[in-house]
């Protein structure tokens, strides 16, 4: 075990007891013997200026780059062998290509914008306290979003390295910060093509990554060697037809977008006319002026097919950018002009799946290369372990709300001000404020302490209401009848109408018609009280 001098007194306990116990004892293999033991500012993958591992590249090749060239370059990726030039390329054309960068961006976006959360492994107090701890140390106290963005530069890449920079002071030992390490420092062994290992500064030397120590982000883009896998390879070919069409275009107008200058001189013009009219053409283009002489012709003639011929160019290029964006996004209509909003919203479900698996497989990454050594070196192995979660978080729709608010409201259904005040985005008005809003007046009795009795109880209602009926000489149910619909409510509800359709067989019309009436006072004046009390 290779141990940090003066280091193993801030070991966390879990680890201690593990180091300590003789080899038989340690019942589940917690770390390998070789592991090397994390320390401050102990980094493996740093810069060496002048070596295979310099922080600058001067990104030239791009600039002289031949289609030649590059199929050399790709042959010799498919062969294995990860040469730092075609690293720097797949970095050189992010930088160069607007429409390349603008939808790798979009596709990390997708992912960056996601908030996150800790899931306990289970509902055991033990549970609560390690998703905790991962919470704390690692979401809250380190730069997660960040980390997260630079393992998406694989997906050009192929894959993404950042190094674990420990806080070992004191236990529990966690992640202090991330490191970015430039991919043309690391290559892939030349037996298996499957183990990312690290370039020695000098010579054509491969050393291993330290455990614990990377967060290696490797996307399961197609099958087959890692290295293929980036957007970057078939991008660049795409990069290619894109620049010489462009580098022509740009040719073809220089060329063909100005008007032809013809300067035409008579029989008797003298050596002198003819240079005077050779300045005029040569600097007609430029400032849009000449003096000639009296005797000369000068001529503009417009270029007849020019902008037919430039569709050309306009068209190549717009069809490569379609196919970058297939390439990286899956669909194109979000990136065109003219798309129509439900053309839009269907393929925007294709980007869904694919960023869908770009989450679960970032989520893989933080698990196995940060969340459980984590664990493992502060509180031991354990049989479950928390995990890192990306969320979108649920988007209320305020109008639909609102438009059930309005549809259940009369029904009956009842909502909390404040919470419609914080879901508008509204804060309570405060005493002084000037509103705009509130109950519409419909010419109910005016409100309390402003000279009008005030009803606060049932009791109150119900005399005022059999007093305004009795006024308007209407005629009250019977005893009689009274006594049958009460006894008839106490039973089920068939029984009950039952005898209520035995009750008003034999009624006359003129009876019916005054309880009808009489009913339907009683309920709108009810209702009209409880109103301008305050009850919905």
Not at 63 to 82: F, H, M, W, Y
Not at 357 to 370: F, G, K, W
């Amino acid at each position: 075990m290779d141990f940090i001098a003066g280091n193993d007194k801030n070991i966390p306990s879990a680890l201690r007891d593990f180091l300590l116990a003789k080899p038989d004892e340690r019942a589940i293999p917690y770390i390998p013997d070789d592991t090397h033991i994390p320390a401050e500012d102990d980094e493996q993958a740093n810069a060496v200026p002048y070596t295979n591992r310099h922080p600058w590249g001067d990104f030239s090749l791009l600039q002289s780059l031949t289609p030649e060239r590059l199929a050399e370059i790709l042959n010799d990726v498919k062969r294995g062998e990860c040469p730092a030039e075609y690293l720097e390329l797949a970095q050189d054309i992010e930088l160069k290509d607007l429409h390349y960068r603008s939808v790798l961006s979009t596709r990390k976006d997708a992912i960056t914008g996601l908030e996150i959360k800790v899931i306990p492994a289970g509902e055991e107090q033990r549970d609560m306290e390690l998703a905790e701890a991962v919470n704390r140390d690692i979401v809250q106290s380190t730069k997660l979003y960040a980390l997260i963005r630079d393992m998406l530069d694989a997906l050009a890449k192929g894959f993404s390295v950042c190094e674990i920079i420990w806080d070992t002071n004191t236990p529990p030992w966690k992640p202090r910060a991330y490191k970015f390490r430039d991919p043309r420092w690391f290559q892939y062994d030349k037996e298996t093509g499957k183990t990312l290992m690290l370039r020695t500064p000098l010579g054509n030397e491969l050393e291993p990554l330290r455990q614990f120590r990377f967060v290696v982000h490797e996307p399961h883009l197609i099958s087959g060697n890692q290295i293929l896998a980036g957007l970057a390879l078939p991008a660049l070919y795409y990069w290619m037809l894109k620049t010489y069409d462009v580098t022509s275009w740009a040719a073809f107008i220089d060329r063909y977008g100005y008007p032809i200058r013809i300067g035409k001189y008579g029989k008797k013009a003298t050596e002198q006319d003819r240079a005077t009219l050779k300045r005029a053409v040569a600097a007609i283009g430029q400032d849009f002026g000449a003096v000639i002489p009296e005797s000369a012709v000068l001529e503009i003639i417009e270029a007849q097919h020019t902008s037919e011929t430039s569709g050309v160019y306009a068209a190549l290029a717009d069809w490569v950018d379609k196919q970058i964006s297939k390439l990286v996004l899956g669909q194109t209509m979000t990136t065109d002009e003219g798309s129509s909003r439900s053309q839009s919203e269907t393929h925007e479900k294709v980007r869904d799946d694919i960023a869908d698996s770009d989450i679960q497989q970032v989520l893989e990454t933080l698990h196995t290369a940060l969340t459980i050594p984590y664990i493992n070196l502060n509180f031991g192995v354990q049989e479950n372990y928390p995990r890192i979660d990306l969320f979108k978080p649920d988007e209320k729709n305020v109008e639909q709300i609102i438009s059930a608010i309005e549809k259940l409201g009369p029904q009956g259904f009842k909502v909390k001000a404040d919470e419609m005040r914080s879901l508008l985005g509204l804060s309570n008005p405060e005493e002084g404020d000037e509103t705009i809003g509130g109950r519409m007046d419909y010419g109910c009795p005016a409100p309390i302490g402003a000279g009008t009795p005030e009803l606060n109880t049932e009791q109150n209602t119900a005399d005022e209401l059999d007093t305004l009926a009795d006024a308007s000489g209407y005629v009250m149910i019977s005893d009689d009848i009274a006594a049958v619909i009460e006894k008839a409510a106490a039973s089920d509800f068939e029984t009950f109408r039952d005898e209520l359709q035995k009750l008003v067989k034999d009624w006359p019309p003129d009876t019916i018609a005054e309880c009808i009436a009489v009913a339907a006072f009683r309920a709108r004046a009810q209702g009209d009280a409880e109103f301008d009390r305050g009850h919905p």
